[in-house]
């Protein structure tokens, strides 16, 4: 029944490897999006994806990359991980282009670089 | 009581009174305003939002208000309960990307 679902929920993790984080929503939505929440608890977009297409990428290190099969999934590949990728990572979601409703937001994946 | 969301500051209200958490935005050609409730351990949870053609739009126990001359935005919730604890964030539409203040935290007390 979730609407934004994230796996996984936690991510341990040295630094230097490559992990991937998953994102499906069931809500038909066209556009899909990655967050990160730093420990201050800040929420700074990265990217967004509407309808497989990337529409925004928020200068974000291309150690980052995201990857829409189609428009229920997006997945965030991160390479040669830093201690400074630490973070929570929120996917979200919206219908249509743009912000004109709100995000809907997964649970989060929490990464801790080792 | 009152609070302003720009370094995450904790207000504490007790049981059953109002609660006010204001947020400061920033660009005045913003035309679509969310709130959002983030408990521990989970996303950010839709809870209200207003576009900038309105002033005050009202939902249960909750009420955002909007005044465009100064930029500011506020949420009301009503009788707070001990559930309504949580971090909550203001966000502002900036061209196709929906922009997060940095948050308040709720906390309610007996």
């Known amino acids: 029944d979730t609407a934004v679902s994230q796996t996984p929920k936690y991510l341990v993790t040295q630094m230097g490897n490559d992990k991937s984080i998953k994102c499906e929503q069931n809500?038909?939505?066209?556009?899909m999006y990655w967050y990160k929440q730093d420990s201050k608890k800040f929420l700074k977009i990265m990217f967004s994806?509407?309808?497989?297409?990337?529409?925004i990428n928020e200068t974000v290190p291309n150690r980052f990359s995201p990857k829409s099969p189609d428009k229920a999934h997006l997945n965030l590949h991160i390479n040669s991980l830093e201690l400074g990728d630490s973070a929570v990572y929120f996917c979200?979601?919206?219908?249509?282009?743009?912000?004109?409703?709100?995000?809907?937001f997964g649970n989060g994946t929490r990464l801790t670089v080792t | 009581g009152e609070s302003v969301g720009l370094h995450l500051p904790t207000l504490s209200v007790q049981e059953g009174d109002n609660s006010i958490i204001n947020c400061a935005y920033s660009?005045?050609?913003?035309?679509?305003f969310i709130w959002y409730k983030q408990e521990s351990g989970k996303g950010p949870q839709f809870i209200i939002d207003?576009?900038?053609?309105?002033d005050k739009r009202q939902g249960q126990r909750v009420t955002v208000l909007l005044n465009k001359t100064v930029k500011h935005l506020s949420l009301q919730i009503a009788a707070t309960q001990p559930g309504d604890s949580a971090v909550y964030f203001c966000a502002e539409k900036r061209t196709d990307k929906l922009i997060f203040g940095t948050g308040t935290r709720l906390q309610v007390f007996p």
């Open positions: 660009n005045s050609a913003s035309d679509y």
């Open positions: 994806y509407n309808n497989k297409e990337l529409i």
């Open positions: 809500l038909g939505h066209d556009t």
């Open positions: 207003i576009r900038s053609n309105m």
């Open positions: 979200a979601s919206s219908q249509g282009t743009g912000v004109n409703s709100p995000l809907h």
